[in-house]
């Protein structure tokens, strides 16, 4: 089994009073990251602000990460897209700069089938030799993967997880109880980490994680401790945040969190925008001490 850690973050990326990538912050977001409870990074995913980032982007990103991370971490590259040739195409090259394994999202806008779900998937897979950890989120894409192709592509030696953001409770089950132990599934959504790690999940890729990351490995340590109700208490008490940090268009309020921590990430590419006074005023008040 690929061990991609409990709790890995889907790391925004840092931009400067210009809008390009800060590069020097991203190297402090990576170490800070680190040393606050992320066993992972998924770089260049939808909190990184994938939609907004050229190819080249991506690629010097992926390699910045890389290098800063230094193998302490695992890096996953998010290079999956709507389009199947140039999924391709950018997978290969975020192997040849290092990253650890690849996550890829179901194609939005075109709306495929299952059985164009499955073929694309494994036809990136079968270009790479790194793991692929596949991304369904049907509330971005419009489409989503079904149980049964999930348990199907799991059969494909190198995709070996899935980070769901379904919010179904009971297609995750089906997914877990038909995968075998060597194939993973974390939560896509921050505020269902702890149901679905209690009905067999490894873990989550998280946007809170920023923030809570440390409480968020607190919060799943209590539960594989067996003091399910001190799990279950740290669950409750971290929903408002996890709430407000969806409180606006993902990255917005992170990278705002991020900003009044001293973490100073800078602002989001359009056609996101800022938030506004009243937006800042609920993080402000929900942010952990």
Do not use: C, W
Not at 129 to 135: A, D, E, N
Not at 203 to 227: C, N, P, R, W
Request: net charge negative; charged share 20%; no cysteine.
């Amino acid at each position: 089994m690929v061990n991609f850690g409990k709790v890995l973050t889907a790391m925004a990326t840092p931009f400067d009073s210009h809008g390009e990538i800060d590069y020097d912050m991203t190297t402090q977001l990576v170490n800070y990251l680190i040393d606050n409870g992320s066993d992972g990074l998924v770089v260049a995913g939808t909190t990184g602000e994938s939609p907004t980032l050229t190819a080249e982007e991506k690629v010097s990103l992926l390699q910045h990460v890389v290098k800063a991370a230094n193998k302490r971490v695992p890096v996953v590259a998010g290079t999956g897209s709507n389009h199947t040739k140039s999924s391709i195409e950018l997978s290969q090259k975020a192997e040849s700069v290092g990253v650890d394994a690849l996550m890829l999202v179901t194609p939005y806008y075109n709306k495929p089938n299952q059985k164009g779900m499955y073929h694309h998937f494994k036809t990136i897979a079968d270009t790479t030799s790194l793991p692929v950890m596949l991304y369904n989120v049907p509330g971005r894409s419009a489409a989503g993967l079904e149980p049964e192709t999930v348990i199907e592509l799991s059969k494909v030696d190198n995709i070996v997880s899935v980070k769901e953001a379904s919010a179904s409770l009971d297609g995750i089950a089906k997914i877990i109880e038909g995968t075998d132990d060597t194939f993973s599934l974390y939560s896509g959504d921050d505020n269902l980490t702890l149901p679905i790690y209690a009905v067999g999940g490894d873990g989550v890729v998280s946007v809170s994680s920023h923030i809570i990351g440390a409480e968020m490995q607190q919060m799943l340590a209590y539960f594989d401790e067996g003091k399910v109700k001190e799990a279950s208490a740290l669950h409750r008490k971290l929903l408002p945040f996890m709430k407000v940090m969806f409180s606006a268009p993902s990255p917005t309020p992170v990278k705002a969190a991020l900003n009044m921590k001293g973490v100073n990430v800078g602002g989001v590419r359009m056609p996101l925008m800022p938030l506004d006074q009243a937006e800042e005023e609920a993080i402000k008040q929900l942010m952990p001490v």
